[in-house]
């Protein structure tokens, strides 16, 4: 099981949010690369960033921040990237700079031939992210529920050749309140390429609950507040999470 660390971009520095309003912001680093680093040292094994005023404005706004962290982490960890990709030119910039992953969010949602062409220009390389409310998906930064399932979309993003999926439950992110396990699990289960979950992880007792359904098709969790709080010790979490997954 692999804790994924989440670097969170707004106006060059590292923030986290909750439930995805950007006036809710609580600010954590100044020094993207400086907190990369800090996530490096503690055993991440990939790092998860998002570029929020790129994902509110639909293109990159955060490059130098971005460009910073992958200076700090070299080629020691792949590094996934989401918010404000809307074009196959950014994808392709983003992986000259070194980025391992591309994240499609909304514009998967809204634009499905752009998703579906981006695997197949860059095959392995293009990760979609679903956030969802009670089961329905959400669009353009949390603020528009769609009618559309959860499940359905994956299944047929699947299809498209999308390398793994983000579930987020949004009622929960930055929340500490909790993975939503069932829900992930209901969507792992659905499909044959893994599922990475993200919102709500608040303590060690949520890691242990994941690498408890693991084989249902979970490959990680991304961690934002409870990391950054102190509220889950990073290191000591992905020690756990590795004895649990020997066990």
């Not at 954590?28 to 907190?35: H, K, L, R």
């Not at 981006?118 to 998906?137: E, M, Q, R």
């Not at 994956?154 to 983000?166: C, L, N, P």
Request: proline content about 3%; glycine content about 14%; overall charge negative.
């Amino acid at each position: 099981m692999l804790l994924i660390p989440a670097i969170d971009l707004k106006d060059g520095h590292c923030v986290r949010l909750e439930q995805g309003d950007m006036s809710a912001s609580t600010t954590f680093g100044e020094d993207p690369g400086a907190m990369a680093s800090r996530w490096l040292a503690a055993g991440a094994r990939r790092l998860h960033l998002v570029d929020l005023n790129g994902a509110f404005a639909g293109k990159p706004v955060n490059e130098p921040a971005i460009k910073s962290i992958l200076a700090a982490v070299g080629d020691d960890i792949p590094v996934q990237l989401g918010g404000g990709i809307r074009d196959l030119d950014t994808i392709e910039r983003y992986l000259d700079d070194g980025i391992g992953y591309v994240i499609i969010g909304t514009a998967a949602v809204k634009n499905p031939g752009f998703l579906k062409e981006a695997c197949t220009a860059f095959p392995g390389h293009i990760i979609v992210g679903l956030d969802a409310k009670d089961g329905k998906v959400a669009t353009d930064g949390w603020s528009k529920l769609t009618g559309h399932e959860v499940v359905d979309l994956a299944r047929k993003f699947q299809d498209y050749g999308v390398e793994s999926v983000i579930y987020t439950d949004i009622g929960r992110d930055g929340m500490l309140t909790g993975i939503n396990i069932e829900a992930t699990v209901k969507l792992a289960r659905a499909l044959t390429i893994p599922v990475i979950a993200s919102g709500g992880l608040s303590d060690i007792a949520d890691i242990e609950r994941l690498c408890a359904v693991e084989g249902e098709g979970i490959q990680g969790v991304i961690c934002g507040r409870s990391i950054y709080t102190g509220a889950l010790d990073f290191a000591s979490g992905q020690r756990r999470a590795d004895e649990l997954g020997s066990a």
